[in-house]
Nanobody, 122 residues
Framework: VQLQASGGGLVQAGGSLILSCVAS????????MAWFRQAPGKEREFVSS????????YYTDSVKGRFTISRDNAKNTVYLQMNSLKPGDTAVYYC????????????????WGHGTLVTVSS
């Protein structure tokens, strides 16, 4: 499975971005999907995940109420709608796929995209 993330960019604090991740080479609906992020000098951290049906979603506490994950299995795409962005959200955002249940643990995920940079200015 290949994952291609896009949608990152420079935005002012309080602004919004939507990230997309398109999957190819596999049966997308078999995979739970997630977004992780990695800020400069920090470890990669879990942001959000969604089950293969889309019926279960999870968020790290710092983005709850601001970010929304969704998926369109017909388009092999997972999205991350990010609102009320803060400078602390600045990071490279990665999408990941897990053949099975979703998790906040990076080691659970089988495939990773290359990442898209989100920069939030104050």
């Amino acid at each position: 499975v290949q994952l291609q993330a896009s949608g990152g960019g420079l935005v002012q604090a309080g602004g919004s971005l939507i990230l997309s991740c398109v999957a190819s080479g596999g049966t997308f609906s078999n995979y739970a999907m997630a977004w992780f992020r990695q800020a400069p000098g920090k470890e990669r951290e879990f942001v959000s995940s969604i089950s293969w049906t889309g019926g279960n979603t999870y968020y790290t506490d710092s983005v709850k109420g601001r970010f929304t994950i969704s998926r369109d299995n017909a388009k092999n795409t997972v999205y991350l709608q990010m609102n009320s962005l803060k400078p602390g959200d600045t990071a490279v955002y990665y999408c990941a796929a897990s053949y099975g249940a979703s998790s906040l643990l990076t080691q659970i995920y089988d495939y990773w995209g290359h990442g898209t940079l989100v920069t939030v200015s104050s």
